[in-house]
């Protein structure tokens, strides 16, 4: 498997690393954190409470799918569990 920056694989696509300079979140990104959430949360069998909890505790959700969501948002849904279930797994919040 190649090296993996911010997530993606190295050598395809790479997100910008502006968090929201201090504005509020767009609905979009609501809208895709909680697709995330649920759909993350529905395949590790874990309530949302608990999916979203490791998330935001290991910076995922901050520090990537809020500032990487205008690449990750054109993802298949497989591509994006998979992705953020290995992230968990790097961050040592899955076993």
Not at 39 to 68: K, M
Request: net charge negative; with cysteine.
């Amino acid at each position: 498997m190649s090296e993996k920056f911010g997530g993606f694989r190295e050598n395809a696509y790479f997100c910008s690393d502006k968090r929201n300079n201090g504005k509020e979140m767009r609905t979009e990104h609501l809208d895709f954190v909680t697709f995330c959430v649920g759909s993350l949360a529905d395949a590790l069998h874990q309530s949302a409470s608990q999916t979203y909890n490791a998330l935001r505790s290991t910076g995922i959700l901050n520090d990537y799918i809020i500032p990487c969501y205008d690449v990750l948002h054109t993802f298949s849904k497989e591509y994006i569990i998979d992705d953020l279930t290995e992230m968990l797994r790097e961050r040592g919040a899955l076993a």
